[in-house]
């Protein structure tokens, strides 16, 4: 479907679970695999999702609500009848180590301030009451494990997977805040909260969630974790990371398995938005031109950016270029291009690129900098980063024009008048 | 993730990588156990290190 640039939603009704039988959990791929499904999560436009993303960005404190209301207590398994195998985990790519859940919001709360964090992260599932949780030293759920690890303490943690898509945006953010409060700004409506099976009131989870697994992590204990296919689109290397031991699993009656496809759109566009906006903000405090920023799929929405710029000076370009670039360590190379340009087609954005720059100026190279350590070309976390700047010059008069078509005639002629009914569809 | 570094399952006898903290971890202990992502068994390189009489794997 991907390749034939369509999107839709996928639902697999007759999976086999790892147990090999049929699941009763029907499988969801690709909830997020389209801005335009994002965008109605929180009821804007693909246009305005990134400034939209800023506007939800508000708490609204969670309100708790007793279990008898929570949809995700109607089924509970607990200590030895927890078995994850009887849910439908998908094995994505070849050289995986095995299935993986790629949809949970991992929760996690800071032993001193009771902050919940909540991320995106992929989970080795290694048993049927194991998991191998997969940390990123620069997450703020590493900074939570790290206190428990000072404390010697293991991490009471909560797997979620399942809930409305902007549940899902709002546990984006990169506020070290109560994150549950902001995911009720992305809702418009408190979240609803219930006690866990496991520490009561103490670790609350998501009322309304499909699936809620409630889970130990090891401070010290550790065990093989990946190849896993990543964001890149390369496979991680096996490493080491926490060996976490399952106590309960609890879901709605007719839950729904979330499951989203690693490395594709699905995964890369959930957070896009959220980067598009942080980084005009940045951008717009230094040069108030700037007019969009676009994270596109080709450069897996992390490592290239796309600028649009109301230009004023000859400078503001490569202004453009430094700040980007060191307000996001995934960010490697950053296309600063005029209006005119769309930025949400990648051709012309290299139509600019091959039209507007002359690299011996317009190129900026900065080396030594921290990127991302999965970026298989980069020197472990240090990598070289750079711009390229294709504006035209502010002093029109010194550049040509670009070729266009009337408006008028554009308007004027119409397809259907030259074109058989049958011929029309292929356009 | 510049280098990456290549490891023979000693079972299946196929390929892949680790990264470089879990690849410096198995120069301080080879016995440690990993796990192929072909054959899904658990192996270590000190065995093939062994078989190679006492080279590097």
């Not at chain 1, 032993?111 to 997450?139: D, K, M």
């Not at chain 1, 453009?320 to 296309?335: E, G």
Request: aromatic share 8%.
């Amino acid at each position: 479907m991907e390749s034939r640039k369509k999107q839709p939603v996928l639902i697999f009704e007759k999976v086999r679970n790892l147990n090999g039988k049929i699941s009763e959990l029907p499988v969801v791929i690709n909830l997020f695999g389209s801005r335009e499904r994002l965008a109605d999560a929180i009821g804007s436009t693909v246009q305005n999702l990134p400034m939209d993303y800023i506007d939800r960005e508000r708490p609204i404190p969670p309100v708790m609500i007793d279990k008898s209301q929570a949809a995700v207590k109607q089924v509970i398994q607990k200590g030895q009848d927890v078995d994850l195998y009887e849910l439908p985990i998908v094995t994505h790519h070849e050289m995986d180590l095995g299935p993986y859940f790629t949809s949970p919001s991992v929760w996690v709360k800071d032993p001193e301030t009771g902050w919940v964090n909540c991320a995106l992260i992929r989970i080795y599932v290694s048993g049927p009451r194991q998991l191998v949780v997969n940390f990123n030293a620069a997450r703020h759920t590493n900074y939570y494990f790290q206190k428990y690890k000072a404390l010697k303490r293991n991490v009471p943690i909560i797997v979620m997977m399942g809930h409305h898509p902007a549940f899902y945006m709002g546990a984006q953010t990169k506020l070290l805040t109560n994150e549950p409060e902001i995911i009720g700004g992305f809702m418009g409506e408190p979240l609803e909260l219930t006690p866990s099976e496991t520490w009561g009131k103490e670790i609350m989870v998501p009322a309304q969630a499909d699936i809620v697994i409630e889970a130990e992590m090891s401070y010290e204990e550790v065990a093989i974790e990946a190849p896993f296919g990543e964001y890149t689109q390369y496979y991680g290397g096996q490493r080491l990371n926490p060996v976490t031991e399952v106590k309960a699993i609890t879901r709605r009656k007719n839950a729904y398995y979330l499951d989203v496809m690693p490395g594709h759109a699905d995964h890369l566009l959930i957070d896009a938005p959220m980067i598009e906006a942080y980084l005009y903000n940045r951008i717009k405090a230094v040069v108030p031109g700037v007019v969009a920023v676009h994270m596109p799929v080709s450069g897996n929405a992390r490592l290239h950016a796309y600028v649009q710029l109301r230009k004023s000076n000859d400078g503001e370009p490569k202004t453009v270029i430094a700040t980007a670039l060191s307000s996001d360590y995934r960010l490697k190379h950053v296309f600063v291009v005029d209006e005119d340009v769309n930025i949400f087609d990648d051709a012309e954005v290299l139509w600019a690129v091959a039209t507007r720059s002359q690299w011996d100026k317009d190129l900026m190279i900065l080396p030594g900098m921290m990127g991302t350590r999965l970026d298989p070309s980069a020197n472990d976390i240090i990598t070289t980063k750079g711009g390229i700047d294709a504006t035209k010059p502010v002093d029109p008069h010194s550049f040509a024009q670009r070729i266009l078509i009337p408006e008028a005639v554009l308007t004027r002629v119409k397809l259907e008048d030259f074109l058989e009914p049958g011929d029309m569809k292929q356009f | 993730m510049a280098k990456v570094h290549y490891v023979e399952c000693s079972v299946c006898r196929r390929e892949y990588y680790l990264d470089r903290i879990l690849s410096e971890a198995l120069v301080s202990n080879p016995a440690l156990k990993l796990k192929c992502p072909f054959c899904r068994k658990e192996f270590s390189v000190a065995k093939k290190q062994e078989e190679m009489g006492g080279k590097c794997a």
